[in-house]
Nanobody, 123 residues
């Protein structure tokens, strides 16, 4: 089955940067869009970014635009999320997810999730 393992989450200061990774297995990685979501304490999970199967199309939430970058390396079945200009409000558990389609359609098109990696932004 689908197996997604996130890594790279840690503590960071406001204005800092982090790079999250998600190693995927159990499916044809290059055939599907991949996404990143996050869940802050006391809040519902929200979308962050999506990348199409070949990486030619990306889509971001308003909070991620201009600060976060999603990318992928299909040769090693890994999707990344680069977080820049971190804010305290970015504190959350970050999850990667497998899309149901090749392209980024709706945010509800993600059904398989990893366990998450914790990002904590604090001064």
């Amino acid at each position: 089955g689908v197996h997604l393992v996130e890594s790279g989450g840690e503590m960071a200061q406001p204005g800092g940067s982090l790079r999250l990774s998600c190693a995927a297995s159990g499916f044809r990685f290059g055939d599907y869009a991949m996404g990143w979501f996050r869940q802050a304490p006391g809040k519902e999970r929200e979308e962050v970014a999506c990348i199409s199967m070949m990486g030619q199309t990306t889509k971001y939430s308003n909070s991620a635009k201009g600060r976060f970058t999603i990318s992928r390396d299909n040769a090693i079945n890994t999707v990344y999320l680069s977080l820049n200009s971190l804010q305290i409000e970015d504190t959350a558990i970050y999850y990667c997810a497998k899309g149901q389609w090749a392209g980024c359609r709706g945010w509800s098109d993600f059904r398989d999730w990893g366990q998450g990696t914790q990002v904590a932004v604090s001064s």
